[in-house]
């Protein structure tokens, strides 16, 4: 039996797609990948995902694990040899079960993030995880990405977020790890190291996900800031003033802002005059366990305070939820407004916050100084010390003309990221954009204690092969 009809007995004929059909789930998001599979395979369980990765094996044929295809980094796209298998998991999308004394829910790796978020939320829970791909985006892919998101700063990226994995090894066996255990020192953290190993050491099946109590309310607020020192400045007296109430802290620069109502005429910036045209804007929100008064009270006072010490320009407090999610609606369209407005240079990175302000205003000088005319596209999560310091063209420059000078921009970028004791890559992965550069900003030991994990699992190289590591 030749291999794709071994994978057409194993899941289904009409699970195995080849030519046209496959054709979109062989582009990445950004559509800056395109590759050619074998096939897209798309089992329905798990022993179906272990037969598929055992024939896979048996015949050294590639697996390139994918979920909702929104990652940002190449990841899940196969390359042009035609050899490798998509092994979509979008049909493992079973909620199998809840347990609300246990603050605990599991889950298919092919679930839509947004759908596990209201299943908590019929329970009474909440699970944290928000981000812009959310409506498409899989748990899965949530995992093996280490997914970060607007909420990291209170509960923490996907790593934390999760407490026991199944697996189906390189070997096709599969490892039952689903536990609600907040407390298990048993060994090795293989749950950790499945988490954001970006699909190159096993297929992530299901998953034991963390629930926390739903807010009894929550503020939004969206204030203007004239210059990055007052939004550390600012960050630091929220923090200081809210504590772990403080879930949400987002930094947005002016250009961004002004793509998205360029971009999507129906959205506004809520400000007018003079506060429309500062530099910064800050997405602020606070979340409360007492009452709506109690959120507001509390809300008020701290914005009052931030800007009479003079670190706020201007501010506009939600007043209902529907002007809440239009806030932060302006935030999440972001993305969508630098997609729509062509390919841009991005660049991940986190860095202690102390440097933060230094970091930002030297690093856009120097961009300035070497590539006349470029736009930055600044944006992120402000909180967790990481940004989207995103390079875009300026009217002189051509899609094509920016793009050819992508490597020399990002090593401009990441070599101050990393004099600044910084990470290139704080929330997406690595995937095939950042895999020839890692190694050198990574400690070589642990490259080379990576490379040995890699081969231990995974020794004949056949998952997500060309990723991550080189
Ligand atoms: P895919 O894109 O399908 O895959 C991503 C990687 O995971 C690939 O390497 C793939 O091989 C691997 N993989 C997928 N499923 C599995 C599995 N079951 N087992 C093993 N490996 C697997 N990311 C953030 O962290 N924070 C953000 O705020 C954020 N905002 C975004 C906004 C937009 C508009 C977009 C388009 C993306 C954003 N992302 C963000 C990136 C992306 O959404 C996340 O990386 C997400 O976690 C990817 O999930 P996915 O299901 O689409 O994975
Ligand atoms: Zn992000």
Same mark, same amino acid.
């Given at each position: 039996?030749?291999?794709l009809?071994?994978?057409? /007995? ?9 030519? /046209? ?5 062989? !582009?990445?998001w ?6 050619t599979?074998l ?9 179906e ?8 094996? *048996? ?6 694990? *994918? ?30 079960g809840?347990?609300? $004394?246990?603050?605990?829910? $599991? ?16 329970a ?9 791909a ?16 607007t909420q ?10 999760a ?10 066996? !599969?490892?039952?790890?689903l536990?609600?255990?907040?407390? $298990?020192?048993t060994?090795?953290d ?8 970006e699909?190159t ?24 800031l ?38 999507f ?7 007018d ?16 366990s ?6 507001r009270?509390?809300?008020e ?37 630098? +997609? ?10 986190s860095?202690?916050?102390?440097h ?12 300035d ?5 470029i ?34 921009i990002?090593?401009? !970028? ?15 992965g ?6 020839? !550069? ?17 081969a231990?699992? $995974? ?7 060309? +990723?991550l590591?080189?």
């Amino acid at each position: 039996m030749n291999h794709l009809d071994a994978l057409r /007995a194993t899941v289904g004929a009409a699970q195995v797609l080849t030519g /046209a059909d496959a054709q979109t789930y062989a !582009v990445d998001w950004r559509e800056r990948y395109r590759g050619t599979p074998l096939a897209v395979v798309r089992p329905a369980t798990t022993d179906e995902v272990a037969a598929v990765v055992r024939r896979c094996a *048996q015949a050294r044929i590639p697996v390139v694990p *994918q979920g909702g295809n929104t990652g940002l980094c190449g990841g899940a796209t196969p390359d042009d040899s035609g050899r490798a298998v998509i092994l979509s998991l979008q049909r493992l999308n079973r909620i199998r079960g809840i347990d609300t $004394d246990n603050d605990t829910l $599991d889950v298919e790796a092919g679930c839509i993030l947004q759908s596990v978020q209201q299943v908590a939320r019929s329970a009474g829970r909440l699970f944290p995880l928000s981000l812009a791909a959310e409506g498409s985006c899989t748990i899965g892919g949530n995992l093996a990405t280490n997914a970060g998101g607007t909420q990291v700063l209170r509960y923490g990226n996907m790593r934390e977020l999760a407490l026991g994995l199944e697996v189906v090894t390189a070997q096709g066996d !599969v490892w039952r790890g689903l536990r609600g255990l907040r407390k $298990d020192n048993t060994g090795y953290d293989l749950r950790g190291l499945f988490i954001g190993s970006e699909g190159t050491l096993g297929v992530i099946t299901a998953a034991t996900l963390k629930l926390y109590p739903l807010p009894v309310a929550q503020c939004t607020a969206l204030l203007a800031l004239d210059s990055i020192e007052h939004a550390v400045a600012l960050l630091a007296r929220v923090r200081a003033g809210l504590g772990a109430a403080l879930t949400g802290f987002e930094l947005m620069a002016d250009y961004c802002l002004q793509q998205v109502v360029r971009c999507f005429p129906q959205q506004h910036l809520p400000f007018d005059g003079p506060s429309a045209r500062l530099p910064w804007f800050a997405l602020l929100e606070l979340s409360d366990s007492e009452s709506e008064t109690h959120a507001r009270t509390r809300f008020e006072a701290i914005v009052g305070r931030a800007i009479e010490s003079g670190c706020v320009q201007d501010a506009v407090i939600a007043e209902s939820i529907a002007q809440s999610r239009t806030l932060w609606h302006l935030r999440e369209s972001i993305p969508l407004a630098e +997609k729509e407005s062509g390919k841009s240079i991005k660049h991940d990175i986190s860095i202690p916050v102390s440097h933060m302000a230094d970091f930002v205003r030297t690093t856009n000088a120097a961009l300035d100084a070497a590539f006349p005319g470029i736009r930055h596209v600044i944006f992120g999560h402000l909180g967790d010390g990481n940004l989207h310091y995103n390079v875009a063209r300026g009217a002189a420059w051509t899609e094509e003309r920016l793009l050819a000078r992508q490597e020399e921009i990002a090593a401009l !970028v990441h070599d101050r990221v990393h004099a600044a004791g910084g990470s290139i890559s704080a929330e997406h992965g690595i995937g095939q954009l950042k895999r020839d !550069v890692l190694p050198r900003y990574k400690d070589p030991v642990e490259i080379a204690l990576m490379r040995r994990i890699k081969a231990a699992l $995974d020794p004949l190289g056949i998952m997500n092969p060309g +990723k991550l590591l080189t």
